[in-house]
């Protein structure tokens, strides 16, 4: 439903309600009528013709501010309904939209002044009093009060359940929203993270050999075929993580992942640094094999140290130190000597270190990295081995 359409409809089903309410008192208006002109031989008089059908009108009129003041129009078309027959409809229309309210006092306040209203209205019309019990003359008009105070509270209910269930959907929705932001973030960072490590490192490599082939003029024809065959060497691994990459991402997720890099991959690692031309040592003093989150998260640190070196610090000698052992802690070191002068640097996104400080968060690590005094650099993390 358009904005438009709603307005329209609400003024419809308030003239609606009018109607019903100005229907349900013509029976009693014209019951009276009836008992008048057989009681009078004058007819049903003025009063009958002209004074109830204003009463009932005026009582009408203040009918739509019963939203705004429901105590006040209840209670005032329940006293109005005294000298007006064909009033009933309103004040029982009133009481019944007080009652969805579902106040006690308010009620019980209005339907006291209704009875009493009905007994009032004996002695206005000039008919006979009826006989019987005070209590049987009350009987009728509070079994009519208490039908509409009934149907009132329960559509007072029914409101309630469905601005509940209203309320419940809108704050589902919200949260659900809520959830699909956090994962679509959840989901950006994981695949920037993936993607940078699995290119960052290949592609420093090549610029760094690239960067060798344009500074370099002396290198012989078999140094020049060696840079050349690791570039394309590098170019080509690249691309193929890569593909693994976006073939997760694109593929269902009954397929299996591809193999992920782990603690006895960090060798292969140092060689492929090596035969890139990085001047790269490896010491490792570890005992015992770490698990798998820990060793991937080893081999992460030295690829990241790796690329560092490669962007930040080309042509520099790259030092690796692992050691560790189950119980303690594994402690990685990675240090390299200051840059070569006049060596191009590529651009850098500066993502990488902050990627890295994501993983160690999660495995309950510390990670540290800073200038050494010789114009190198130094990262240095401790990784949990239980």
């Not at 309410?21 to 009958?48: D, H, I, K, M, N």
Request: aromatic letters at 4%; hydrophobic letters at 45%.
């Amino acid at each position: 439903m358009n904005a438009e359409a709603a307005p329209r409809l609400g003024a419809w089903q308030q003239a609606g309600r009018l109607a019903a309410a100005a229907a349900v008192g013509v029976p009693f208006w014209l019951s009276t009528g009836v008992v008048l002109s057989r009681e009078q031989a004058t007819g049903p008089g003025s009063w009958w013709a002209v004074g109830d059908p204003l009463v009932a009108l005026g009582c009408l009129a203040v009918l739509p501010l019963r939203r705004r003041f429901p105590l006040a129009v209840a209670m005032t078309v329940a006293i109005a309904s005294a000298a007006s027959a064909l009033a009933a409809g309103v004040a029982l229309l009133a009481l019944g939209s007080l009652a969805t309210r579902r106040r006690p006092v308010e009620i019980g306040v209005v339907v006291l002044a209704y009875v009493a209203s009905s007994q009032i209205a004996l002695g206005i019309y000039p008919v006979e009093s009826p006989t019987g019990p005070l209590w049987l003359r009350l009987a009728l008009p509070t079994l009519i009060a208490g039908i509409a105070v009934a149907v009132g509270v329960a559509v007072g209910a029914r409101r309630a359940e469905m601005r509940s269930l209203r309320e419940r959907a809108e704050s589902a929705e919200r949260e659900q929203l809520a959830r699909a932001a956090q994962a679509r973030a959840l989901e950006r960072n994981r695949i920037a993270r993936e993607m940078h490590d699995v290119l960052a490192h290949r592609i420093s490599l090549v610029a760094m050999q690239a960067g060798v082939l344009d500074h370099r003029a002396d290198l012989t024809a078999e140094q020049h075929r060696t840079l050349v065959r690791g570039i394309a060497d590098s170019s080509h691994q690249a691309l193929e993580e890569l593909r693994d990459v976006l073939g997760v991402l694109r593929a269902d997720p009954d397929r299996p992942e591809p193999p992920q890099p782990s603690f006895d991959h960090i060798p292969e690692l140092v060689t492929d640094a090596r035969a890139s031309g990085m001047a790269v040592t490896l010491g490792t003093t570890v005992t015992g094999s770490p698990s798998d989150t820990v060793g991937r998260t080893c081999y992460r640190i030295v690829q990241e140290g790796l690329t560092n070196a490669a962007k930040h610090a080309p042509g520099a000698a790259v030092d690796i130190t692992v050691e560790g052992r189950p119980g303690g802690e594994l402690r990685i070191v990675v240090r390299n000597a200051p840059a070569t002068a006049g060596a191009t640097r590529p651009p850098s996104s500066g993502f990488g270190l902050l990627g890295l400080a994501e993983r160690m968060a999660l495995a309950g690590g510390e990670l540290d990295h800073h200038p050494t005094p010789d114009d190198g650099y130094v990262l240095t993390a401790c990784l949990p081995w239980p």
